[in-house]
């Protein structure tokens, strides 16, 4: 099209060259076509670009890690930040994946409830997944719940046979598990290392509920084997080909701490990018919802 435009005006082009007035507004509005014509290609791509990111389904991603203290190999469900999002009729996309991939235990690393929006759909997914041991711990939008109604849907969720997990943990003996609930710290960690790891009180394989993952050196120095983490929506835009979120609380621009298993040094951390659907009005881009499973196997 752009070189169509061009070979029609290349006669008047050459008269504008000597100077020819009239040709001076032609060329002036070939110009001005042009440039609509190149405005409206880029927004159409630019749409279209957008478009191709929204999540189209839900991820299912799998890790493993090795640990001589486990019993038994042992694959934990990661279910982050579903904000009270619903995944079809008694959230079935969510619970069909659970299910096919079998896990031994559920952990809900917090913000499964938004306080925003009607908690029914996160009791909904916590009643269907009731035949599986799950253990919670509170995020930041359930934190800015009032006193009261934080409570009662505390309360909600141990009639539903939940582990609510509050600066305490659970051992599960059968796995060689220990699990600890941190509460959701602020914007900097307000507990000591040293009182993170005395929620511990055995030395099973100890895995750490926390929902901020941006404490890298505090989490470093907590006695535990793994630190598992939401919160950071992946970055909620990621860039294609190169999976890098785009932004996250407290860390910014292009984080690190947003998504996937990363190696701390003494211990690791699993950050999921979470189930929500959309942050407020801004969707995912390049960053379907995620599940994830972490098989801790006997080395
Ligand atoms: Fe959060």
């Given at each position: 099209m752009l070189l169509k435009t061009l070979a029609a005006s290349a006669p008047c082009l050459m008269r504008w060259m000597t100077d020819d007035a009239a040709c001076h507004i032609m060329v002036q509005k070939i110009i001005i076509n042009m440039n609509k014509k190149i405005i409206t290609a880029c927004m159409t791509a630019a749409g279209a670009a957008a478009a191709a990111g929204l999540p189209f389904r839900i991820d299912e991603t799998f890790y493993r890690i090795a640990a001589p203290e486990i019993k038994h190999q042992t694959r934990i469900c990661v279910l982050s930040d579903l904000h009270s999002s619903t995944f079809g009729k008694n959230q079935k996309h969510i619970v069909e994946r659970v299910h096919r991939a079998r896990p031994d235990l559920i952990v809900m690393p917090g913000d499964i409830i938004d306080d925003k929006k009607d908690s029914g759909p996160a009791f909904e997914l916590v009643s269907e997944l009731g035949d599986y041991p799950l253990f919670y711990v509170e995020g930041n939008h359930e934190r800015r719940m009032t006193d009261d109604v934080r409570i009662r849907q505390k309360q909600k969720l141990k009639d539903l046979?939940?582990?609510?997990?509050e600066d305490n943990s659970v051992i599960i003996e059968t796995s060689g598990i220990e699990i600890a609930g941190l509460h959701s710290m602020h914007?900097?960690?307000?507990?000591?290392p040293d009182r993170a790891s005395q929620l511990f009180s055995s030395r099973w394989f100890r895995i750490l509920l926390s929902h901020r993952p941006w404490y890298p050196e505090f989490y470093s120095k907590v006695d535990c084997d793994l630190i598992i983490s939401g919160h950071?929506?992946?970055?909620q835009w990621r860039i294609p080909f190169i999976n890098q979120g785009i932004y996250a609380p407290q860390e910014g621009l292009f984080p690190k701490f947003a998504q996937g298993l990363i190696d701390l040094g003494p211990n690791s951390i699993l950050i999921s990018r979470g189930l929500n659907r959309r942050k407020y009005f801004i969707p995912r881009l390049y960053n379907n919802p995620e599940i994830c499973y972490i098989d801790i196997i006997k080395n």
């Open positions: 046979g939940v582990h609510v997990l914007h900097q960690p307000d507990c000591t950071a929506h992946g970055g």
